[in-house]
Structure formats: C-alpha cells, structure tokens
C-alpha cells in the first residue's frame, strides 16, 4: 500500500528571500498539497513559471484563507467533531479530511508578520498562523501522522 502524503504551505518566509527556496520545496513535494493564506497563494504565483497558474500546481487541492481556516480546523480535531465535518465543501473541513486521509504530512511553515491577522476575531487564541500550525502538527502527532516541520 502507498502512503498518503499531503504538504501544507503557510504563509511566506520572514526573511522574503527565503520565498522562492519554500515555494521550490513546496512543488517537489510528492501527493496533495494545500495553499494556506492569500499571501501564501501570492508568493507562489510570483515564483511559478509564466505560463503557469496555480491550478496548474500538480497535486494542489485547496487554497484556502490562512489563519480562519487553520483555526477552524484546529478547532473540529480537537472537539473531535469529526462526524460534524462540513459536507458544503467548506474549506476547514477539506484541510481536516485531508489531514486525517494523509499518513505523513509536511508543513512549510513561513514567520512573516501579517499585519491582516490583528483584524480578526478568533476566540480565546493568539492570532497568530504559526501557532495554530504549531497546534496542528502535535495533534497529529499524537494522532500517529508522520509529520515533518520546516520554519522559514
């Protein structure tokens, strides 16, 4: 049997020169891949081939608001409502029906401060992408994923 895998990519590189070098390991990973942020979805346009658009991605199966969705999905894994997952095609439940089909997972993980994330109101949790990720990747670990973790 193969495995499953699926990569995720959140949101740019602190350092914006580490752009290009995530988005490069974003494309070589092998199985599905998710897009987490506007920005994330901008960065990669910018370092895709000319004639490419992001729905020529091979493997790409959702682009998705960034920190929302990562809340949201945080949110159903640990209620374990899984039976609850949204059947309209709603983005937190993509992200989490891909991350429990998936056997190993990959994060890419950017640190760049996104000035949009003050604006939001998410209950009781800093608003910060990164963290939620953080949240995520332990979750699924303790869920027996194979999780690998890059910061940029």
Do not use: W
């Amino acid at each position: 049997m193969m495995e499953k895998h699926l990569c995720l990519l959140i949101g740019p590189a602190k350092y914006p020169e580490d752009d290009e070098r995530m988005v490069s390991m974003f494309l070589a990973e092998p199985g599905k891949k998710i897009i987490c942020g506007a920005s994330t979805a901008n960065m990669v346009s910018r370092y895709l081939p000319n004639s490419q658009t992001l729905s020529d991605v091979t493997g790409l199966v959702l682009v998705t608001d960034g920190t929302l969705i990562l809340s949201q999905a945080l949110d159903i894994l640990l209620k374990d409502h899984l039976e609850a997952l949204p059947a309209d095609n709603k983005d937190a439940g993509l992200l989490v029906a891909a991350l429990l089909e998936a056997d190993s997972i990959s994060f890419l993980i950017g640190m760049a401060f996104n000035k949009s994330q003050r604006s939001l109101s998410l209950p009781a949790k800093p608003i910060v992408k990164s963290r939620f990720a953080r949240e995520l990747v332990d979750l699924l670990k303790k869920k027996g994923k194979k999780v690998m973790v890059e910061y940029f």
